[in-house]
DNA sequence: GACGATTATGGAAGATATTGCAAGAAAAGA
DNA sequence: TCTTTTCTTGCAATATCTTCCATAATCGTC
């Protein structure tokens, strides 16, 4: 086997399990130990990867926006950043959906003071204000998507189809010149429902979101009003979707932010 | 298994139980105490974690956990009890309803095993087996009745009108001669339509609810097929009850039952 | 096609890092 | 205050990393 064409099946593999061993990597692509390591030295200037004792692994976890919210710490500060910028565009006593997903969730964190009306199909979400607070949450049925706290299927998206709401507060996988692609299957039909009801879309993607396509293809860029990003987005990728058309906004870093 | 992942999956796990034992963890992970301790000072370092003696705890508690539920201890071991021997009336694989309210909660907590399909408006119940767990859980929609984190609104009776399941366990505020009464106006409806929707109703009262009776009436006594109360409970009204032909289980008292 | 040069590969030895254990120190509880 | 538990520190055993070298493969040139 080519050493390149190695190099790609080792990067491939970690995609998927996130962490690896040396001797299992080198019994997967059938070479030696030692040359595992040269190749994952290379990987690491790439950039992709970094090495750990033992093994290796993913330096941007493919975090395909739906994972349990508080669980989740990565990209915690460029997220947080996000949330901030993205809720500064809400009006007072908005209703705003709010979409599941470990963005949407840091933005509705920081909507507290705009006593917003929260639609929601989110767990974590829901629970932000159960306890108490000045938010109205409306909470749409669904089955429970295990680990992520979602509430998907037919009670979902019905209940989306049902509703009117001011703003969504949406996250996706990836981001093209295709438009936004997710990853759960699940999932597309009920944000298509929430895009349907509401007059202005607001899409929260981190930088790692940038030329990416999860599986399922979400909605075109036309569908989409505002975009919110971190600090670290690839400007050429900003000033491409600019030109077509939509608002970008690019939320400081909270070192900027103070 | 790598340290770095050995730290996530330590950083995971508190995560969900927000405080662990060290000799938790070094099972957990599959090390020594030591190593899981010195992971615990990287990862304290790192921010998300905090050392404290013979375990470590999350940092930022979660805040999706309500008052009402995890931490109202009255009359706990009585409701444990009560949650026991209600579960134990469950079949496998069986579509359960569980109201609002503490005790109903205390009962979804002993059904992991049945494998249930729990149907509810309750989000601490829903909480309960979101982030994993064999357990299918639906949530009907609805506004978030703050403090409570009950599920209310026409959504709610909506969802529950349309349903059909095996089991409903049930609460209420009081029972008396003409019936079970409840506080909250607005819970009444939905627990009208839960009550409509099943084959079975399990009402689950501890012993400070005989004799009592709230504002609102919620339904007979010929409504309900099994009530569930603690030892607690005065034996003539549990006499009066078995008489007009319900029947009554009496949950052993935990030092009983072992 | 043959030959030398360059590069890739696999293994080995010493250096380094990690792990688990044990003894003394510190902290919590009675 | 005393007992028990837990924490820290030092140390030995193990595992892993780096560096080096011999061999094998590839490439360029003749």
Chains 1, 2 share one sequence.
Not at 127 to 132: I, K, Q, R, T, V
Not at 152 to 179: N, R, W
Request: glycine share 8%; aromatic share 4%.
């Amino acid at each position: 086997m080519q050493a390149e064409e190695r190099q790609l099946r080792i990067a491939e593999h970690l995609q998927k399990v996130e962490f690896a061993a040396l001797d299992e990597l080198a019994q997967h692509v059938g070479v030696s130990v030692s040359t595992v390591r040269r190749d994952l030295t290379v990987l690491e200037i790439g950039g992709t990867i970094r090495r750990t004792h033992g093994g290796a692994r993913l330096i941007n976890p493919r975090t395909d926006e739906f994972v349990f919210s508080a669980r989740d710490t990565r990209q915690l500060a460029e997220k947080e950043a996000i949330g901030r910028a993205c809720a500064a565009l809400i009006q007072p006593h908005q209703s705003v959906i709010v979409d599941a997903g470990t963005t949407p969730y840091h933005v509705a964190r920081y909507l507290g003071d705009k006593k917003p009306q929260i639609i929601t199909n989110s767990l974590p979400v829901a629970n932000l204000y159960a306890s108490a607070g000045p938010v109205e949450v409306v909470v749409s049925g669904g089955v429970i998507y295990p680990r992520l706290g979602v509430l998907v299927g037919p009670l979902a998206v019905e209940s989306f189809s049902k509703m009117h709401a001011d703003v969504a507060i949406m996250s996706g996988g990836g981001i093209t010149a295709e438009g936004i692609t997710n990853s759960h299957g699940l999932l597309i039909e009920i944000q298509q429902a929430m895009i349907r009801a509401v007059q202005k879309v607001i899409f929260c993607l981190d930088h790692t979101k940038f030329g990416r396509q999860s599986v399922s293809p979400l909605c075109g860029l036309e569908a989409v009003d505002v975009l919110v990003t971190d600090s670290a987005a690839p400007m050429d990728w900003v000033n491409q979707l600019r030109a077509r058309g939509l608002e970008v906004i690019i939320a400081p870093s909270s070192s900027e932010a103070g």
